[in-house]
């Protein structure tokens, strides 16, 4: 029998708040990795009919689109969208207080279809109404801009009125709130504000954490969010009395990182390294590990499901399976993928001129620009890059990827790919694609030969690119840092930069391991024992698709964290 709407509403278990969700490249309400690893999370709990609802705002202006000037220079753009190209609006509104006035919030509806016709629905908040006054409606115009004062009010919109909303909308039976990162961390506010005991303020703490759970996504220190008690007070009102805020949030400047920590009964970081990593930095807390994963479906490019439909029929919703990988024949893997890269060089041609070449080995790298990446680790040595592709055998790269506006190290990172690039280009050719999104990532991660990650230690939570490039036989060449500690088999599923007893990365002694293992292994597998390469391909999928996916890590934290 069909349910009724509010039943169905009822069943409705797991509100999962995400400050940003990259769901479709085209609804650009999302920056990277977190974002990426939030609508992966919603997929898979969609295919596997976990019945969840999300939160996340609506950035009218998305985060933004990326020009570069020929050297290097980036200019930042609002981005065009409609929202009503793809989202329903929705007739309820709520409100939250702010600084004493009133501000009014309305929701879209975005349903996330899975393969057995389950349905997450996302709700995007929005403050672009009439009510409001001009500064109110833009507070959902951009996502990370703007000064601290506006994403204090952002996180109050998502937490407190997303919160809100989920009542008003009918989800009354929610038992567990996730916090994708500690954004969404002022939900607990408003917990613990509807328990509240009518004739007396006792807060029941215990009942809220009961009901919050929280994963932490960096070791980066400026990752999480501070805000200073003025602000917090001027925009929070009386909403709690400061000196129980204060016993939640830390004594010196609203911590919404502590806040989360301190309400939640289930805390995780999100791969083992990156679990004991927060364990020492938040020694007072239990903290445990579900390591990210990707959705299979969403990152596999076309040729390879062929493949996969032809000898692995069922892995679309039992990524598991992918271990079959290891009987595709091996001239099959090969044609897959370099279908894959003549599609990649055909488009990097055509949008550069750069005549890039077909069966040159090629190195893609392309995520957040910002210093700890370390994107021109390779070109720390020129010359000795120059004599490797002399001794070894031609390469070329291919870079993307957007710096946050206020990140001037990170600009000047992508200035630094485009010297190289003028340096080299009598030998090697070295492209850097503007404007990386998800479509951009997902032709970058089929059609590359190697991904190469050199973050420094320990900053690398997680990282999922490798894996989206695993899931097409692609290998890694990345520092042991986040899930690669987990995913790297040396010469079997790809290699490691440096050894795994480095806590700190020392820039000098990286470059050094990097270029060893590309002028000694990697280039001479690559062109002389190319058996023993698509070998290495299969094992990529066989042992790293099949386990590094969001089907995977849903499933432990439905056990592990919601159950
Ligand atoms: C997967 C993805 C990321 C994350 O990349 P990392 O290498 O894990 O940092 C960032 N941006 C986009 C668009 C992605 O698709």
Redesign the pocket.
């Known amino acids: 029998m069909e349910k009724t709407d509010n039943s169905e509403k009822q069943d409705r278990k797991i509100a999962y708040f995400s400050m940003e969700i ?1 769901i479709d ?1 085209r609804i650009p309400t ?4 977190l ?3 939030a609508g992966d999370t919603i997929k898979s709990c969609a295919d596997l009919r976990v019945p969840m609802v999300a939160v996340t705002i609506l950035y009218e202006k998305g985060y933004f689109a990326q020009k570069l000037d020929p050297q290097g220079n980036q200019q930042e753009v609002p981005v065009k969208w409609n929202p009503k190209d793809f989202l329903k609006p929705l007739p309820n509104k709520v409100s939250v207080r702010i600084e004493n006035r009133t501000v009014a919030i309305q929701a879209w509806q975005y349903d996330v279809v899975g393969i057995t016709g389950h349905t997450v629905p996302i709700i995007f908040l929005d403050t672009d109404l009439k009510e409001n006054s001009e500064y109110d409606r833009g507070l959902n115009d951009y996502l990370y801009g703007g000064d601290q004062w506006y994403r204090l009010l952002q996180e109050i919109i998502l937490g407190i009125g997303g919160v809100r909303m989920l009542h008003s909308l009918g989800y009354t039976e929610i038992k567990k709130y996730h916090m994708n990162e500690g954004h969404a961390a002022f939900l607990t506010l408003e917990l613990l504000n509807e328990r509240k005991r009518k004739e007396e303020p006792v807060w029941d703490f215990e009942q809220v954490r009961e009901l919050c759970v929280f994963t932490t996504h960096t070791p980066v220190p400026a990752g999480h969010d501070k805000f200073p008690y003025d602000l917090a007070k001027r925009a929070l009102g009386d909403l709690l009395p400061f000196d129980v805020l204060k016993m939640l949030a830390g004594e010196d400047r609203l911590n919404m990182t502590l806040l989360a920590l301190n309400l939640s009964k289930y805390i995780n970081g999100v791969a083992k390294k990156h679990g004991e990593v927060s364990q020492s930095m938040f020694p007072g807390y239990q903290i445990e590990s579900i390591t990210n994963g ?1 959705h299979s479906l969403t ?1 596999v490019c076309d040729t390879f499901k062929g493949l996969y439909d032809k000898y692995i029929p069922g892995w679309r919703n039992d990524p598991f399976s992918l271990r079959y990988a290891l009987s595709i024949s091996k001239d099959e893997i090969w044609n897959a993928h370099q279908q894959a890269k003549n599609k990649l060089i055909d488009y990097v041609n055509k949008k550069t001129g750069f005549g890039m070449d077909y069966e040159t080995f090629t190195i893609g790298f ?3 620009s910002t210093t700890y ?1 370390r994107a021109d680790l390779v070109f720390s040595d020129i010359e000795r890059l120059k004599k490797i592709t002399e001794k070894a055998g031609k390469m070329q790269f291919i870079f993307s ?1 957007k710096a946050h506006p206020q990140d001037w190290p990170g600009k000047e990172l992508i200035k630094k790919i485009i010297t190289a690039s003028g340096q080299l280009k009598d030998r090697i050719k070295i492209v850097y694609l503007e404007d ?3 479509e ?3 032709m970058l ?1 089929c059609g590359a030969d190697l991904w190469l ?1 050199t973050p420094r230690k320990p900053r ?1 939570a ?7 490039a695993a899931h097409n036989g692609v290998p890694s060449l990345s520092i042991l840092d ?1 899930w690669w500690i987990e995913g790297c088999i040396e010469g079997i599923t790809g290699w490691a930069i440096g050894s795994p007893q480095d806590v700190e990365s020392n820039d000098q002694e990286d470059a050094s391991s990097l270029y060893d293992k590309l002028e000694f292994t990697i280039l001479r597998t690559f062109y002389i024992n190319r058996d023993n390469w698509i070998n290495i391909m299969r094992h990529a999928i066989a042992i790293n698709a099949s386990f590094f996916n969001t089907h995977r890590m849903v499933q432990q934290y439905v056990l592990n964290s919601y159950l």
């Open positions: 990259g490249s999302y920056s990277g990795g974002g990426v690893l990707v990152w392309a995520r957040r990446k990827g990386y999104d998800m951009l990532a997902k991660i990650n690398e997680s990282g999922t690119s490798g894996m989206k986040g």
